[in-house]
Nanobody, 124 residues
Framework: QVQLVESGGGLVQAGGSLRLSCVVS????????LGWFRQAPGKEREFVAS????????DYADSVKGRFTISRDNAKNTVYLQMNSLIPEDTAVYHC?????????????????WGQGTQVTVSS
């Protein structure tokens, strides 16, 4: 059974930082690409960042480029999202996702398994 468990969300003031973690079990972690998506109230789920199987290739939404960093630790079966210079528009539920491929994708339909999400709230 595949499980993805996110943690690290919370309430932070604008300009602050948070580090999200997602532990994956039930998969051979180093065979998968990984992604982070977010969904704000009343909005569709949107791509945030992704990382390839090897970790050598990353991709970011324009809205977070230069502020967020995705990374992975294959020894810990964990993917991270370091979020700096947070703004109120970053407020959303953040989900990690697993893609059974060497290469990541910006499309949510390209991912096979999802976590329940962790809430990030940025106050102004």
């Amino acid at each position: 059974q595949v499980q993805l468990v996110e943690s690290g969300g919370g309430l932070v003031q604008a300009g602050g930082s948070l580090r999200l973690s997602c532990v994956v079990s039930g998969r051979t972690f180093n065979r998968d690409a990984l992604g982070w998506f977010r969904q704000a109230p009343g909005k569709e789920r949107e791509f945030v960042a992704s990382i390839s199987r090897s970790g050598g290739s990353t991709d970011y939404a324009d809205s977070v480029k230069g502020r967020f960093t995705i990374s992975r630790d294959n020894a810990k079966n964990t993917v991270y999202l370091q979020m700096n210079s947070l703004i109120p528009e970053d407020t959303a539920v953040y989900h990690c996702a697993v893609r059974g491929s060497a290469y990541s994708s910006r499309w949510s339909s390209g991912y096979d398994f999802w976590g329940q999400g962790t809430q990030v709230t940025v106050s102004s």
